[in-house]
């Protein structure tokens, strides 16, 4: 979507717009923490590096995905509970299909079916209820939680499949694996959806002014509880994906997912306050993100500093995107 | 004892000028009645008094020396008082605390002194008590109250200030009689106490019970000020409504259209805000919505189209019952809207022009799949018979003028025409220019068989523009007029009478 930049007079401001845009943004930062990786450790930037990476990549962009439609929605629109729905998933897929290719069918359907409902009901608290999504939502998170303990008892259990760990990992079509192309594959539904649907072009509408957009006929609450759902669905799938790349579920895998798939979502060029934006941008934010956590695994940064780092960079983002935001009012 | 004079009082919001002359000379111990049509800058006066707006040019002198109001506070310091229209309130605050607000009792410096408060409240609260109704107590927060206690608390708070000097800008527009004779006896005490009051009111009846004076603001200047013994309603209404009347082209009615069949039919409408509405919109027929501000005729389009689901009565739409629940229903049945307040109501916000015309388009014909180019052709024409000026159909609406975005939320009604057309004040802050070209479009419309009902603040635009015209009065219509009968004084006179 570029309907962020202004048509600009002279060639000069329309190199800067273009400089200034969150994909391009994000490319160049790519680019350069690539040759900064390799800086810090050769090897960083080789094919086979860069594939690991990318699969990584995908498993959050996925997670993203969902979290990008309800942020587009606007009014505070934000999903926490993604986390907990990927763990979720995980060990309900796991137990599903216990090792077996025959479970592969019946795990997904379980997946898509719970992550739903989930979803569902983020949906109908924030809408009906008027409960405020940040509030919902971790609300769910915390429910997700208590769940798990209960289910699993405290002892790990199920196994992935092994198609489904070849379909994540192993080379599948021009050397990429199965999950790449279902990114991919994403990546094209969701640029169809929101440029091409009238469904898509209502997200936008809600998200820029709801009660206009109410004004104007449209169906506010069920688009609303409808991307909430679609949240809970991709981060079903995520958490299966998850399964797979990891061959069994631990404790809270999901955990993990919560706070970059926001920052991968405004990275690519989404606000907070929604509306605006699109997927190909969170893409691009996703593996930026993952590149960046790499670096920081390859400097001996531990898990708690790299989650240090993450919410220092959310907190720049906003504060970058706020006065952009401000400078234009 | 204060003796006000506000002497050629001016102030302007860019280009516009919201009081060119403003005159006013306020004597100890009476009550000063201001009136004026909609937007005629009495509430601006009264804000330059109350230092809450800075004058552009005048002077103001208290007891003959010039003074400069240059806030609220330095107001409060010089014995003004004022209530205010919009209600200020602070809503999770108790009665006694609001209505201290301004001055609380403070003891050692930092503390709210808990007695003194509620020693003087209650002063105040035991003279309103009986007229109050239920629920209403000094430690009740404000927030759970009704508009007219709401009312009473802001009155009760401008009595508190103690101030020689009162501004009351329409403190009774939500009081019940009990509560305005009970108010009207207090500031019958105030002026034995040599007190000086300014009263906006519009309803005459009250004009001439309370006042002692009465001055006349018209288009942003006074241009009359007599003692209510020698005056009447008739010849303050003509001195609101002025020379202009006799000559001026806007009030000749236009070529009344042959009303065709009924488009829009309507009975007994009730809802919050209104009762008992009833007309009919025939085919090619502009039917005018006047009155004040806020006496219901906004609550009436919002229920018709579906905006506000509590209410009663009867719709039809072309013969056929219509009772939308929400815009959607009611986009369906073939009715349109169009806000004044298109920041809330119409424009999507930062998203291009493309986006904001189509969404009625996508309704009426149920579609499901968006394709840009289809589109743009689609609702070029609707543009540009809008005369809209853009560069580019991506291109944010907020980029554009207040009378383009204007133009492109009404563009979205004329991709698949629905048979009924509500305007609710739909020329709000928006250029001159642009006006003109809405209401050739709206003329035009109603040629081509629409059912128009258009609401107007601007008195001049609904003359010069509606077939016919009900004026709305505290939620009711209380006068028809056609033909001949649309003038300006016809509309003033229905529109201040008591309801």
Do not use: Y
């Given at each position: 979507m570029s309907t962020d930049a202004l048509p600009s007079r002279s060639a000069g401001n329309a190199a800067l717009a273009f400089l200034k845009k969150p994909l391009v943004v994000a490319l160049i930062l790519i680019v350069?923490?690539?040759?900064?990786?390799?800086?810090?450790?050769?090897?960083?930037a080789s094919p086979g590096q860069i594939l690991r990476l990318l699969i990584v990549a995908a498993l959050l962009g996925i997670v993203a995905a969902g979290q990008n439609l309800v942020i587009l929605g606007g009014r505070e629109g934000i999903d926490l509970s993604v986390g907990g729905i990927v763990s979720l998933a995980a060990i309900l897929a796991g137990n599903v299909m216990n090792g077996a290719d025959g479970g592969i069918l019946p795990a997904i359907l379980v997946c898509v079916i719970v992550g739903a409902l989930f979803g569902l009901i983020n949906g109908v608290g924030v809408t009906l209820l008027r409960i405020p999504p940040l509030v919902m939502t971790l609300g769910m998170l915390g429910v997700l939680q208590g769940l798990l303990v209960v289910i699993r008892n405290g002892i790990p259990s199920g196994r992935a499949a092994p198609g489904l760990s070849d379909f994540v990992v192993q080379p599948f079509l021009l050397g990429l694996p199965g999950i790449i192309w279902l990114w991919l594959l994403i990546g094209l539904a969701m640029a169809f959806l929101l440029r091409r649907t009238v469904f898509g072009y209502r997200v936008y509408a809600i998200g820029s002014n709801e009660q206009a957009a109410f004004m104007a006929g449209m169906p506010v609450k069920t688009t609303r509880v409808a991307l909430f759902m679609l949240s809970g669905v991709f981060a079903a799938i995520a958490g299966m994906c998850l399964l797979g790349y990891s061959g069994s579920s631990f404790a809270n895998v999901g955990e993990q997912y919560m706070l970059p798939s926001i920052i991968a979502v405004v990275l690519g060029g989404t606000p907070l306050s929604g509306g605006k934006g699109g997927y190909t941008g969170t893409m691009a934010g996703a593996v930026l993100l993952v590149l960046l956590q790499s670096i920081l695994t390859t400097v001996h940064i531990d898990e708690a500093g790299r989650q240090m780092v993450f919410g220092a960079t959310l907190v720049a983002l906003m504060l970058f995107y706020g006065r952009a935001k401000a400078m234009r009012g | 004892m204060s003796e006000l004079i506000v002497r050629g009082a001016r102030k302007a919001y860019g280009a516009t000028v919201a009081l060119s002359r403003g005159d006013l000379h306020l004597k100890p111990g009476e009550v000063h009645v201001l009136i004026g049509s909609n937007g005629s800058g009495k509430s601006t006066l009264c804000k330059i008094v109350a230092g809450s707006v800075k004058p552009d040019a005048g002077e103001v002198l208290l007891d003959g020396k010039p003074v400069t109001i240059d806030g609220p506070r330095a107001a409060r310091a010089l014995g003004i008082g004022i209530f205010y229209q919009e209600l200020s309130l602070a809503a999770r605050r108790t009665v006694?605390?609001?209505?201290?607000?301004?001055?609380?009792?403070?003891?050692?410096?930092?503390?709210?002194?808990?007695?003194?408060?509620?020693?003087?409240?209650?002063?105040?609260?035991?003279?309103?008590?009986?007229?109050?109704?239920?629920?209403?107590?000094?430690?009740?927060?404000?927030?759970?109250?009704?508009?007219?206690?709401?009312?009473?608390?802001?009155?009760?708070?401008?009595?508190?200030?103690?101030?020689?000097?009162?501004?009351?800008?329409?403190?009774?527009?939500?009081?019940?009689?009990?509560?305005?004779?009970?108010?009207?006896?207090?500031?019958?005490?105030?002026?034995q106490e040599g007190r000086a009051m300014v009263f906006i009111s519009h309803r005459m009846d009250e004009i001439f019970s309370i006042g002692d004076r009465v001055t006349v603001i018209r288009d942003g200047a006074t241009v009359a000020s007599s003692a209510i013994a020698e005056t009447n309603a008739d010849e303050v209404i003509?001195?609101?409504?002025?020379?202009?009347?006799?000559?001026?082209?806007?009030?000749?009615?236009?070529?009344?259209?042959?009303?065709?069949?009924?488009?829009?039919?309507?009975?007994?409408?009730?809802?919050?805000?209104?009762?008992?509405?009833?007309?009919?919109?025939?085919?090619?027929?502009?039917?005018?919505?006047?009155?004040?501000?806020?006496?219901?005729?906004?609550?009436?389009?919002?229920?018709?189209?579906?905006?506000?689901?509590?209410?009663?009565?009867?719709?039809?739409?072309?013969?056929?019952?219509?009772?939308?629940?929400t815009p959607a229903e009611a986009i369906r049945n073939g009715i349109a809207y169009v806000s004044g307040d298109r920041g809330r109501d119409g424009t999507l916000t930062g998203r291009p022009i493309l986006e904001n015309v189509t969404p009625i388009h996508f309704l009426r014909n149920r579609l499901h799949l968006a394709r840009p180019s289809v589109l743009t052709a689609l609702v070029e024409g609707p543009l540009k018979a809008l005369k809209t000026k853009f560069q580019d159909i991506g291109q944010p609406v907020n980029s554009l003028s207040g009378g383009n975005q204007q133009k492109v939320v009404i563009a979205r009604w004329l991709i698949d025409r629905p048979s009924v057309l509500l305007l609710d004040d739909p020329t709000k802050g928006i250029d001159l220019a642009a006006k003109s070209d809405l209401f050739q479009l709206i003329r035009s419309l109603a040629a081509e068989g629409m059912g128009i009902v258009l609401y107007s603040s601007e008195d001049a635009e609904l003359l010069a523009n509606a077939d016919r015209i009900l004026v709305f009065n505290s939620g009711v219509v209380t006068r028809e007029l056609q033909g001949e009968e649309r003038t300006r004084y016809n509309l003033y006179h229905a529109a201040y009478e008591a309801a």
């Open positions: 350069l923490l690539l040759a900064v990786g390799e800086w810090l450790s050769p090897g960083f | 006694a605390e609001n209505i201290l607000l301004p001055a609380m009792p403070v003891k050692g410096g930092i503390f709210v002194d808990r007695t003194e408060l509620e020693e003087r409240t209650a002063r105040i609260i035991a003279e309103f008590q009986d007229v109050a109704g239920e629920g209403f107590a000094a430690d009740v927060t404000v927030d759970r109250l009704r508009a007219d206690q709401r009312q009473l608390v802001e009155i009760m708070k401008a009595l508190a200030s103690e101030a020689p000097i009162l501004i009351f800008d329409e403190p009774t527009s939500a009081l019940d009689r009990a509560q305005v004779d009970r108010f009207f006896e207090i500031l019958r005490r105030l002026k003509r001195q609101m409504v002025g020379e202009r009347e006799a000559l001026s082209a806007e009030s000749k009615p236009p070529v009344p259209a042959a009303a065709g069949e009924p488009m829009l039919s309507v009975a007994n409408l009730s809802g919050v805000g209104f009762r008992d509405v009833s007309f009919t919109v025939g085919k090619g027929e502009i039917l005018g919505f006047g009155g004040l501000h806020g006496q219901g005729q906004s609550s009436v389009l919002r229920a018709i189209f579906g905006a506000s689901a509590h209410h009663t009565g009867a719709i039809e739409v072309g013969g056929k019952a219509c009772a939308a629940r």
